[in-house]
C-alpha cells in the first residue's frame, strides 16, 4: 500500500503542476485525474466512473484573472482511489457512487485554501526575485521560478496524498458500514449529479442560440436511450 | 548599434519556456516571474556584454502580467522583437510596458472566453460521454480535442508575436477566435445536452413506464434549468453539493 500511496503522490504532484504552473495539457482534469487514481488503487474502471460525473461539476467556474476555482483536480483524487478501494470491497453500488461523489466538495474547498496559500508564498518568493535582480544576480529569476514550480509540486503532492488516504479511509472504514438498504435510499440522490454537471456545460455555452439546442439534444438523446434499452 | 538576433536555439529556449508562464503565479505581480524567465534567453542574447542593460531589461519584465497562458505566447513572441529593437536602440523601452499593458487584457478576454468558457467545455463533454463507452476514449477525446486547438494557438501565436506586432494583430485578425468561440459554444451546448439525456435517459429506462419516463425528463430539463439559476446567482458547485448531502443525510435518517 505505501508504494501505492508514493505513486499517487508523484502523479498527483505532476497533475497539479498541470493545473496551474506548468504546460496546462488539461492532465489535470477530473477524468484523467480519477482513471488514473482509480488504477493506482487497483480499479481504474471504478476510477474512470467517477471521474466521468466530476469532470463537468465544477467546470464553470473560470481560473479567470485573480479567482482560484475549486480544486476539481483534489476532489478527483479523493473520488478515484475511494471508488477504486470501494468496488473492490463492497462493490460500485449507486450509493456508495453517489455517496463518494457528494464528499468530494470539502476537498475541493480545501485544495483552493491550499492553492491559494502557495499563490501568497509565491508573492514572497516574486518579492526576493526582484530585490536579487536588483542586485545583480540575473539567474534569480530561474530560481524564483524554480522555486515557484517546487512549491506548486510539493503542495501537489502533499494534497495527493492527503486526500487519497481520505478515500481510502472512507471507502475502507466508512461506506461499510452502510447497509445495502441505506445505499439504495442514498442512490436516489445519483440523476441530480450528471445533471449539476450538464448545467455547468450549459451555463458555460449558454447564449441565444445554444439554449434550444441544449434542450433538443438533451430531449433526442433521452428518447434514443429509452427507446433503445426498452427496445433491447 | 548592431544587435545579434535571436538565434534559433534561443528561439526554441523561449518556445520552451513559454509553457511555464504561470511557474511563479503570485496575487502581486501574477504572471510576471513567468514572463521575465521566458523572455530571459532572448535578453540574454541581446544584451551580451551589456550586463546594465540586461538588468534593466529583466526589471522591465518583472512588472506585473497576466493573461490567458496560451495567449501570452503572442505577448511573448512580440515582446521579444521589440526588445531586439530596443536593444539595437531603435525603440524607446518604454515601448515594451505599453504593448504589454496594451494587449494583455485584452487577449486575455478573448483567450479566457475560448479556452476557459468554450473549448474546455466541449472537450470535458465530449470525454465524460465517451467514458460512458470506454474510459480511455473519452481520456484520449478530453486530451484531443483540447489540445490540438491549445497547441495550435501557442504555436501559431508564439509565431506571429516573432514577426512584431503588426504580425501579432495581423494574426489575431485572421485566428478569427471569437468566431471560433462561438462554434465551440455550439458544440459544447450539442454535448452537454447529449450528456445530460444519456444519464437521464439511464435511470428513466428502471421506471419501465413511458409516463415516467416523460416526467423524469421534464425533471431533468427543471433541475438544468434550477441550477443554471443558482449558478448565476453566484451558488457554488460545492455549496449545492453540500446541500444535496444534507438531503441524503435526512433520507438516511428517516
Not at chain 1, 168 to 187: D, H, M, Q
Not at chain 1, 211 to 231: D, E, K, P, Q
Not at chain 2, 86 to 94: I, N, T
Amino acid at each position: 500500500m505505501a508504494f501505492r500511496f508514493a505513486l499517487a503522490a508523484l502523479l498527483g504532484s505532476l497533475c497539479y503542476l498541470d493545473r496551474t504552473a506548468a504546460f496546462q495539457l488539461m492532465l489535470h482534469r477530473p477524468l484523467v485525474v480519477a482513471t488514473l487514481m482509480g488504477a493506482v488503487f487497483g480499479n481504474f474502471a471504478a476510477g474512470a466512473q467517477v471521474g466521468a460525473v466530476l469532470e463537468l461539476l465544477y467546470i464553470a467556474r473560470l481560473p479567470v484573472g485573480a479567482s482560484v476555482p475549486p480544486d476539481d483536480t483534489g476532489a478527483a483524487i479523493f473520488a478515484g482511489a475511494a471508488a477504486a478501494v470501494a468496488s473492490s470491497s463492497i462493490g460500485l453500488d449507486g450509493g456508495s457512487f453517489t455517496a463518494l461523489l457528494l464528499f468530494t466538495f470539502p476537498f475541493a474547498e480545501l485544495g483552493r485554501i491550499a492553492d491559494r496559500h502557495v499563490r501568497k508564498v509565491n508573492g514572497r518568493v516574486a518579492h526576493l526575485t526582484a530585490e536579487a535582480v536588483d542586485r545583480g544576480d540575473l539567474r534569480a529569476v530561474e530560481h524564483g521560478l524554480l522555486a515557484g514550480l517546487t512549491l506548486f509540486a510539493l503542495s501537489g503532492a502533499l494534497l495527493a496524498l492527503a486526500f487519497s488516504g481520505v478515500g481510502v479511509a472512507v471507502a475502507k472504514l466508512l461506506l461499510p458500514r452502510f447497509g445495502p438498504g441505506s445505499r439504495l435510499e442514498f442512490s436516489a440522490l445519483l440523476p441530480a449529479l450528471p445533471l449539476l454537471g450538464a448545467a455547468s456545460v450549459y451555463s458555460c455555452s449558454r447564449t441565444e442560440r445554444t439554449s434550444a439546442l441544449f434542450f433538443l439534444t438533451m430531449g433526442a438523446v433521452f428518447a434514443a436511450t429509452v427507446f433503445f434499452r426498452w427496445a433491447a | 548599434m548592431t544587435v545579434p538576433t535571436l538565434s534559433a536555439a534561443g528561439r526554441r529556449s523561449v518556445w520552451r519556456r513559454q509553457f511555464l508562464l504561470q511557474g511563479c503565479w503570485n496575487f502581486e505581480g501574477m504572471q510576471n516571474v513567468g514572463f521575465a524567465y521566458a523572455i530571459l534567453p532572448a535578453l540574454r542574447e541581446f544584451y551580451a556584454g551589456r550586463p546594465e542593460e540586461a538588468l534593466k531589461a529583466v526589471k522591465r519584465h518583472l512588472e506585473f502580467f497576466n493573461t490567458q497562458p496560451a495567449m501570452g505566447t503572442v505577448i511573448l513572441g512580440a515582446a521579444v522583437r521589440l526588445e531586439e529593437r530596443v536593444a539595437a536602440g531603435e525603440a524607446d523601452p518604454r515601448a515594451i510596458g505599453t504593448f504589454k499593458v496594451g494587449l494583455m487584457g485584452s487577449l486575455g478576454a478573448i483567450g479566457d472566453a475560448f479556452f476557459w468558457g468554450a473549448l474546455r467545455p466541449t472537450a470535458s463533454a465530449a470525454g465524460a460521454i465517451l467514458a460512458l463507452l470506454h474510459p480511455l476514449a473519452g481520456i484520449v477525446a478530453l486530451l484531443a480535442l483540447y489540445n490540438a486547438n491549445h497547441l495550435l494557438v501557442r504555436f501559431r501565436g508564439f509565431s506571429a508575436g516573432m514577426q512584431g506586432q503588426e504580425g501579432a494583430v495581423a494574426w489575431l485578425k485572421a485566428a478569427g477566435l471569437s468566431g471560433k468561440t462561438e462554434d465551440r459554444k455550439l458544440a459544447a451546448a450539442v454535448l452537454g445536452g447529449a450528456y445530460a439525456g444519456a444519464y437521464a435517459g439511464r435511470h428513466a429506462v428502471l421506471g419501465g413506464d413511458v409516463f415516467l419516463a416523460i416526467l423524469l425528463f421534464v425533471l431533468g430539463v427543471v433541475m438544468v434549468r434550477l441550477f443554471t439559476a443558482l449558478f448565476r446567482k453566484g451558488v457554488s458547485p460545492s455549496e449545492i453539493l453540500g446541500v444535496l448531502l444534507v438531503v441524503g443525510v435526512l433520507i438516511l435518517w428517516d
